[in-house]
């Protein structure tokens, strides 16, 4: 057996215990981006000191760290930060490897437990971005839920004479989930003297997704050159239930292709033993070995 006994579990125990301890310290809460500039706004002392996770940071270039941001303020995790998720990462990774070893030394698996770590290894280290592209994927879906509601009820109160701001801030209670947490947020940024349009395009910037960025393109539109804001939004509103039901449509004419695999694989070996179960059953007793 080419793994040891006790030194080895000493070691795997050891790692087991830094790898859980990073995804602890990684669970602590920070500021967002968006609550340090609301902050700062309103002139409030924030007198944090360095992260001491920015060493980990430097695992990724710069280019990756943008990248990084921006996926995670898709996800909606304003208080995690790139560093966080290098720790993630890393003690995944660790812990990951850790199991990999201990499966390897009780099966025995002799030479081929280290390629089975190293398998594992790497799916550990993917595992936290993993976990951000489901996030980002999870909060698209819900604002585009979300987003034919809120728009039948802002072109409702917008016809009904209120002001623009008014209206999202009465509209905003039927948008509920991520869209009403960002409209909330633009609406703060409004309140503390940041003008309608950036606040928008922040919002837009934030949620990544189409649909949200023609809303906030056409509203700003409208604004500059003074159109009829209500029919601007009654237009969205119709655009964006049409687009929804031709998404429900496509989905629809996808069913049948999905289905071909749970049939071929649950369905037609059923239908075959029910049909040449008897016959196969009969031709055997018919001519014992």
Do not use: C, H
């Not at 940071?57 to 996926?71: I, M, V």
């Not at 604002?143 to 039948?152: G, T, Y």
């Not at 009904?160 to 909330?184: C, H, R, T």
């Amino acid at each position: 057996m080419i793994f040891g006994s006790s030194p080895i579990v000493v070691v795997i125990g050891l790692a087991v215990a830094f790898a859980l301890g990073i995804l602890v310290y990684t669970f602590v809460p920070v500021k967002s981006r968006l609550a340090s500039r609301l902050e700062r706004v309103e002139e409030m002392a924030w007198e944090g000191s360095r992260s001491r996770t920015e060493a980990f940071a430097k695992l990724f270039n710069d280019e990756q760290r943008g990248k990084l941001r921006r996926d995670l303020d898709e996800a909606g995790w304003y208080t995690v930060t790139p560093a966080k998720i290098a720790f993630q990462m890393v003690a995944s990774a660790i812990l990951f490897t850790s199991i990999g070893f201990s499966l390897a030394i009780y099966m025995k698996l002799g030479a081929l437990g280290y390629g089975f770590a190293t398998m594992l290894a790497l799916i550990g280290a993917y595992y936290p971005m993993s976990k951000v592209k489901s996030a980002i994927k999870a909060r698209k879906v819900a604002v585009s839920k979300a987003l034919p509601d809120f728009l039948d009820m802002l072109v409702s109160t917008v016809t009904a004479g209120l002001a623009f701001n008014s209206a999202l801030a009465y509209a905003v209670d039927v948008a509920a989930g991520p869209l009403g947490d960002e409209v909330k947020a633009m609406l703060s940024e409004v309140r503390l003297g940041r003008s309608r349009a950036d606040a928008l395009r922040s919002m837009a910037d934030r949620i990544a997704q189409d649909q949200v960025s023609n809303f906030v393109l056409a509203v700003v539109q409208a604004e500059q050159l003074g159109s009829n804001m209500s029919g601007v939004l009654r237009e969205l509103a119709e655009e964006v239930r049409s687009r929804r039901m031709i998404r429900a449509e496509e989905l629809a004419n996808l069913m049948p292709t999905k289905m071909v695999i749970p049939m071929a694989l649950f369905m037609l070996p059923a239908l075959f033993l029910m049909i040449f179960g008897g016959i196969i059953a009969q031709y055997l007793a018919n001519n014992p070995q």
